[in-house]
């Protein structure tokens, strides 16, 4: 997951301002009403909450708003949201996968097709560029919970598909099916992971140059501002002088 990780760590390095953490905190309460009310309000009995609080405490998200976000799951007067999935290009030809939760389908699919445009991408047809990525289970640990053996060990014996250990962490790769219960093999082992949720693995990386990377990367930044906008994926993989450069 190239691109992801690489604008994960741009983003992390840079730190969050306020009005980034509240917009986090706003789309992570988003998610957990709708998990709750397509599921149990339970995390133990509904895998997708319980993703969805894994994601609101690794952003040290307060109890008493994950408490709140589930309650409002049980209200009559919750907003109803949409889930959409968009496909585009962005510069280099790079594949994006755009993910979000809207009250008005029309706004959004404006919004998100404007932005395309104006960082030189395009929106696709939806089946578009989701076909180069497989859609998979992933469970993160901290680096510091093993060695990289240790949990090559563990994920193996619990039934996971791939490991993959870095300086960053560890990402345990699963087939969708069996994400709750390899988490739940590797929790017992290692305790809470920081993530446990489905996303989208690119099968190959599209390596570009610093100047479309750069483009790039403002493009998957603006897609990320957007309110209604979940998570956004790619395949692109880019130098580690311009990760440095962005970061700063």
Do not use: C
């Not at 708003?65 to 030809?93: L, V």
């Not at 996971?160 to 300086?167: F, H, N, P, R, Y």
């Amino acid at each position: 997951m190239a691109g992801h990780s690489q604008f994960k760590n741009i983003m992390h390095r840079k730190g969050r301002q306020d009005a980034v953490r509240s917009r986090v905190f706003s789309k992570l309460a988003r998610e957990i009403t709708v998990a709750a009310r397509l599921g149990l309000p339970d995390p133990a009995m509904n895998p997708r909450l319980r993703a969805a609080v894994l994601a609101a405490r690794a952003e040290n998200m307060p109890k008493e708003n994950i408490e709140r976000a589930i309650k409002k799951a049980q209200g009559s007067e919750s907003e109803s949201y949409d889930e959409i999935r968009y496909e585009g290009y962005g510069p280099g030809g790079v594949a994006i996968i755009v993910e979000v939760l809207t009250d008005n389908r029309n706004r959004t699919a404006s919004d998100v097709r404007s932005t395309f445009t104006k960082y030189g991408g395009n929106l696709a047809e939806t089946g578009a560029v989701s076909f180069m990525f497989d859609r998979v289970g992933l469970v993160e640990f901290d680096p510091k919970v093993a060695s990289a053996d240790a949990m090559l060990d563990a994920a193996i014996e619990a039934g996971a598909d791939d490991v993959v250990s870095t300086e960053t962490g560890h990402e345990i790769y699963t087939s969708p099916e069996s994400l709750a219960e390899v988490a739940k093999a590797l929790e017992a082992k290692f305790g809470e992971p920081r993530k446990a949720a489905l996303t989208w693995k690119p099968q190959t990386t599209v390596a570009v140059d610093d100047e479309q990377g750069e483009k790039l990367l403002k493009l998957i930044e603006a897609l990320n501002e957007h309110d209604d906008v979940q998570n956004v994926y790619s395949n692109f993989e880019i130098s580690d002088a311009l990760v440095a450069r962005m970061s700063a």
